[in-house]
Every structure is written in C-alpha cells, then in structure tokens.
C-alpha cells in the first residue's frame, strides 16, 4: 500500500511539474502575440508617419548649463524599420515631441557617452518646450519614459557609433557606443536581454570623439554636462 500510494504522489508530482510548465508557455506565448501585435502596429505608424526611411535625426549639441557655446552637429541614421520597428517608433515619437531638447550628456565612460533627460535646462527660442513634453514640471521629468520590451535585431548590433538604449526597461537613457559593444551590451552580456541598439551615426563622429577626449572621465558634474540644445527628424516624414 506505502509503494502505491508512493507511485501516486510521483504520478501527482509530475502533472504539477507538467502543468506548471504549459502554464508558463502559454503564458510566454500570450506574450509573445501580444508584442508582435506591437511590433506590427509600430510599423505601420512608422511607415504612415515617416514614410519608407531610412530616417536621419540631426543631434545639436553645446555648451552647458548657464553657458553658450557654439553648437556642433551630430547625424545619426536609424535602423530599417522592418528590424526595429518598437525601437525606432518610441525614439522618433520622442524626437518630434521636442522630448530630448534641453536634455544633456551625462556621462563620460570608456565605452559610451550617455544622454538623459532626468533634468532639464531651458533651450532659448523655445519656450513652449515644458508644455510639449510630457511628465515635465517645472524643468524637471517626473516619469521615466520607457521601451515596452527589449527589441533587439542581431543584423544590427553595438558596433563603434551606434545608438543603444539603456536601462530595464530600456529609456529614456540612449548612449553612443565608442567601441565593440557586442559582447557587453549584445545577447548574453548585462542581462538576459540585450539592449536595444537602433542607429548609426554618419556624420560628426569627430565631434563625439572630441567631446569623449575633452570630458572628464565617468558621470559629468552637472556644471559639466553637454547640452542637446534640440534634436529633430531630418528625413523620411511622408510631406517633407
């Protein structure tokens, strides 16, 4: 009687294990449809918004906070929408809020130069940027704005000069990569998922390489950091 009853609770054990596991793939699978879901409606946005692409973003960038300096130019082209099309719609829309303008760079790593919008500075010439900029009081950004999930295509990966996106979930933190980030920030490096890497900067790496020698090395004093004095869609809108 003891062995049978043992054999039961086996039995009885095993359909738990069994059932908790085709509970946790469904589960993953309702996940799954709805990101592509997702996916799918971010890139008809994109094509019905920015056209075909590939877009390009034009990043001015000087001085800092209660300085002027002369702005230098920084272009970056994004990834094809068909790859990234979560990615690209949540940084574009950004974009053409006026989210990033009055942002700064933030950090100065070995590998990276990162930008945040944790706090602002008033962009001359524009001053209903507080009003288009959702989650912003009084200069400061009160909510993180954040990926959905972490997008990643292995066709396009955090070689020197591309764009990724940091944090869990990803945002609003970008960083330009200054070196082979694969095996760091690609599959299998700071997670379980890679960051998202979504665009390649084609014009100004001389700026960025200049402000990366010129900077102290680590997180900036906020006296020190580099303002975004605006960020706009250069290319691809349907009507432009």
């Known amino acids: 009687m003891e062995k049978v009853l043992q054999q039961k609770d086996e039995a009885l054990t095993k359909a738990e294990r069994r059932l908790t596991a085709m509970g946790k793939t469904v589960e993953r699978l309702d996940e799954n449809q709805l990101i592509q879901s997702l996916r799918d409606q971010n890139l008809l946005f994109n094509h019905l918004r920015w056209g075909e692409g590939p877009v390009r973003v034009l990043l001015e960038l000087g001085g800092s906070p209660g300085k002027t300096e002369e702005a230098e130019e920084v272009e970056f082209e994004l990834a094809p929408f068909e790859l990234l099309p979560h990615v690209t719609h949540w940084f574009l829309t950004l974009v053409e809020t006026g989210f990033w303008d009055g942002c700064h760079l ?24 507080l009003a288009r900029v959702p989650g912003a009081e009084n200069g400061r950004i009160t909510g993180r704005k954040s990926i959905v999930f972490q997008e990643f295509a292995p066709d396009f990966n955090h070689l020197p000069f591309t764009l990724g996106v940091a944090g869990r979930p990803g945002g609003e933190d970008f960083y330009v990569n200054l070196v082979d980030n694969k095996r760091n920030h690609g599959p299998g490096g700071q997670g379980p998922e890679p960051d998202p890497c ?3 900067v084609v014009k100004g790496k001389d700026v960025l390489e200049k402000m990366h020698q010129k900077l102290t090395t680590g997180f900036l004093k906020e006296d020190d950091f580099v303002l975004i004095r605006r960020m706009l869609i250069k290319g691809g809108e349907k009507g432009t």
Not at 112 to 128: D, E, H, K
């Open 198 to 200: 979504f665009a390649e």
């Open 106 to 129: 933030i950090r100065n790593a070995p590998h990276v130069l990162q930008f945040n919008c944790r706090g602002r500075t008033a962009v001359t010439g524009n001053p209903s940027l």
